[in-house]
């Protein structure tokens, strides 16, 4: 008994393959962004600006935890000084395209002028 529909159906499914293959190569090609791409923007905000602030964020909680962690071994500050004290706890390292910069502010909380 010869079957005569199976090459005729092999070719199909073939074509489909191939067609597929085609249609998922172009969608791709439209998301490559066009050369004056800068970025991702969400919300108004540049991606490499989320993980500044993210890393802010982090920072100024290590921050605090090495002052509690002081203030439990030595005396009370007098004076709020987060650049008198960096030389004597473990503070997170500036990275050189941070724009973050930390201070105490009256109450002790640490502060960063570019994200408040």
Known sequence: ??????????????ILIL???????NSTRSTVPPDNFTGP???GKMAIDQSFEAVCGINKAAIQNALQMYNLNHEPMKT???QALAGLMRLPEKTPNNP?????DAKGNVVCEAHP
């Open 80 to 82: 709020l000084d987060l």
């Open 19 to 25: 067609a597929f293959a085609f249609i998922q190569m």
């Open 41 to 43: 923007v969400t919300q």
């Open 100 to 104: 973050c910069k930390y201070a105490l």
């Open 1 to 14: 008994m010869k079957r005569k529909g199976s090459p005729i159906l092999g070719l199909i499914i073939g």
